[in-house]
């Protein structure tokens, strides 16, 4: 079983930075037990979205259109975190941001075994 805690969401401006976090429990991130990341978002009145995705050792990443060169998704597995670097929000980035991890070693838009609570990111124009 694994447990994931996301953290740093807040309100901001746009074009304003924010970094969230994901701390990982109950599993390490090892050799030996590989697991891909993702971040997704869920704004009011939508579907849950794909934003984000790391493979284990962070040798891959890949993002949804709508961030693509604003947003960077990084690990550190000695800390069993996962980051989300956000630059140049915009209004339409508000939404509960979810940290996901799968089972597998590679990169995934949609098939993740355990997720986090959400942390809100809400930024005004």
């Known amino acids: 079983q694994v447990q994931l805690v996301e953290s740093g969401g807040g309100l901001v401006q746009a074009g304003d930075s924010l970094r969230l976090s994901c701390a990982a429990s109950?599993?390490?991130?090892?050799?030996?037990?590989?697991?891909?990341m993702g971040w997704f978002r869920q704004a009011p009145g939508k579907e849950r979205e794909f934003v984000a995705a790391?493979?284990?050792?962070?040798?891959?990443?890949g993002y949804a259109a709508s961030v693509k060169g604003r947003f960077t998704i990084s690990r550190d597995n000695a800390e069993n975190t996962v980051y989300l670097q956000m630059n140049s929000l915009k209004p339409e980035d508000t939404a509960v941001y979810y940290c996901a991890a799968r089972g597998s070693a590679g990169l995934s838009t949609n098939n993740y075994d355990y997720w986090g609570q959400g942390t809100q990111v809400t930024v005004s124009s």
């Open positions: 790391i493979s284990w050792n962070g040798g891959s990443t």
């Open positions: 109950g599993r390490t991130f090892s050799s030996f037990q590989p697991m891909g």
